[in-house]
């Protein structure tokens, strides 16, 4: 699987923020169609910030960032957070219902997309739960289901799986995989964790702090599907040896 022309490209951009923080700077970056890339790097180094750019929530101070033509405006970018940002007072399905409901979609349509993309997520017969009643990691997989129910070209994701346990989070990693190669969006993720940005990803964007910019931009040149096979390879300690140094270096350690 190799990734396609670029879906969106930033060019010579920064970000300096009212109260004048320079967030990132200097960063040049192409996504290519269909890829998985993880934005890997310590706390503050800008990876929210340029994920937050691309999704159009806010704009660049210097510099510029092209989408490509194609998509279909709206419901091109699903955005996973680090918190499941779920309504309350809706079921499961209400929930991942809302952006199609937003866009106009007809409410019976609406319901049995809502529903065909629980059943992807995992959550087949959970459609009428309420979010207080679901665990951390379906709540997660709801608000994947709410992401990807647009089909979207480009999911970007914040740290989805920093608060969930440990075999929780692997389980989603698969899932998430699994789903990648199914609908074929285009990925970006952001993590703090090597070991997650290896494990799924085929490029990772290595950012360093004070002021936020990109300083490595590695492959891991490993074949999908990956598994417990892959989790537990030589290959794969290999590369988060090498991305761990990196980081490191990017740290200034
Ligand atoms: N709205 C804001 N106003 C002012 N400064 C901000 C704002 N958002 C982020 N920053 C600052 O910009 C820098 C980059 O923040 P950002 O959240 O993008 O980094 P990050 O790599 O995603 O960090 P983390 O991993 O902790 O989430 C930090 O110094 C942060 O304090």
Sequence with gaps: ????????????????????????????????????????????????????MIAGLMGPSTGSIEMAAGGNAAGDI????????LM????ALKNVMLPLRLAGTARSEAEDR?????????????????????????????????????KPR?????????ALDEITRHRLNNDLLTLWALE?????????????????????????????????????NEAYPRGEVFRTSAEYAAHCRAVSEALHGAMGE
Aim: glycine content about 10%; proline content about 5%; some cysteine.
């Design 1 to 52: 699987m190799t990734a396609g022309p670029p879906v969106v490209t930033l060019r010579g951009v920064a970000k300096r923020y009212a109260n004048g923080t320079l967030a990132v700077q200097g960063v040049d970056l192409a996504i290519g169609q269909g890829d998985f890339v993880s934005l890997l790097g310590p706390s503050g180094c800008g990876k929210s910030t340029v994920l937050r």
């Design 78 to 85: 699903g955005f996973v957070f680090q918190e499941p940002t």
């Design 88 to 91: 309350p007072w809706s079921s």
């Design 114 to 150: 809502a529903a065909a993309a629980l059943a992807e997520v995992g959550l087949k017969g959970f459609e009428k739960s309420y979010p207080r009643a679901l665990s951390g990691g379906m709540k997660m997989r709801v608000s994947i289901a709410r992401a990807l129910v647009t």
């Design 154 to 162: 480009l999911l970007l994701m914040d740290e989805p799986f920093a």
């Design 184 to 220: 074929r969006f285009t990925a970006v993720f952001v993590t703090h964790s090597v070991f997650e940005s290896v494990y799924l990803s085929r490029r990772i964007v290595v950012m360093a702090a004070r002021p936020g910019r990109v300083v490595e931009d590695m492959e891991v």
